[in-house]
């Protein structure tokens, strides 16, 4: 058990519509990501968030946007879905802001219909 | 923009002989390299990691050799055991930043 959890663990979902992803950190981490894992993919990193700021960001959508929240935890949302966004959606946390490995939740999988 | 790749998809070795599984990268400002788990239904499991500064880097069965002219990195797992069935993704990242780029993967099974 990394410490990381996130909800829902599946979620089914037609076109056009909009999703949250929850997730919240290990005890103490205070960074957060966010990535995609589409299928036989590797990990494509979204968005990142520190303390409650936005630390970094990489392949995230326009569509999609996050947020952290002052106890930390971090919700992740998708608008104007596509099929193509039916993916794994893996949150991690991490004590520093460099150089320390990241814990990961188990995913959301989010089907587009 | 794959800047971490894992040039082979899957892997399989005999139970107790050497698994080796290799990454190359094409940033080269990243400085901190990791190898990462997954088993199927879970989350990615950080296993060990290196620094720039390091060649090398032991933990128990496992090792990670990095080779920074090369830009490559590889795990070693000796001896490979049967729960080392897994794909393992390599991952990096720049100074000062811990946005990891991940690997494709590489599927590994270890046959008893």
């Known amino acids: 058990d990394s410490g990381v959890t996130q909800t829902p663990k599946h979620l089914i979902t037609a076109t056009g519509q909009r999703v949250t992803l929850r997730c919240s950190p290990r005890?103490?981490?205070?960074?957060v990501y966010w990535y995609q894992q589409s299928l036989d993919q590797g990990l494509q990193f979204l968005i990142q968030y520190y303390n409650g700021e936005e630390r970094a960001k990489g392949n995230i959508l326009e569509r999609f946007s996050a947020q952290q929240f002052p106890d930390l935890h971090s919700e992740l949302n998708l608008s104007s879905l596509e099929l193509g966004d039916s993916a794994l959606y893996f949150c991690?946390?991490?004590?520093?802001?460099?150089?320390?490995?990241?814990?990961f939740g188990n995913g959301t999988r989010l089907t587009v219909t | 923009d794959q800047q971490v790749k894992q040039n082979s998809p899957s892997l399989s070795v005999q139970e107790g002989r050497i698994s080796i599984l290799n990454c190359d990268y094409t940033?080269?400002?990243?400085?901190?390299f990791l190898w990462y788990k997954k088993y199927p239904a879970e989350g990615p499991t950080f296993l060990i990691s290196?620094?720039?500064?390091?060649d090398k880097n032991e933990d128990g069965r496992f090792t990670v050799f990095l080779n920074k002219s090369a830009k490559h990195l590889s795990l070693h797992i000796v001896p490979s055991q049967p729960g080392d069935s897994a794909v393992y993704f390599c991952?990096?990242?720049?100074?000062?930043?811990?946005?990891?780029?991940f690997g494709a993967g590489t599927r590994l099974t270890v046959k008893p």
């Open positions: 991952a990096a990242s720049e100074d000062g930043n811990n946005d990891m780029r």
């Open positions: 290196i620094s720039s500064i390091k």
């Open positions: 991690a946390s991490s004590v520093a802001q460099n150089n320390s490995p990241l814990h």
């Open positions: 940033n080269s400002m990243f400085d901190y």
């Open positions: 005890s103490g981490d205070l960074s």
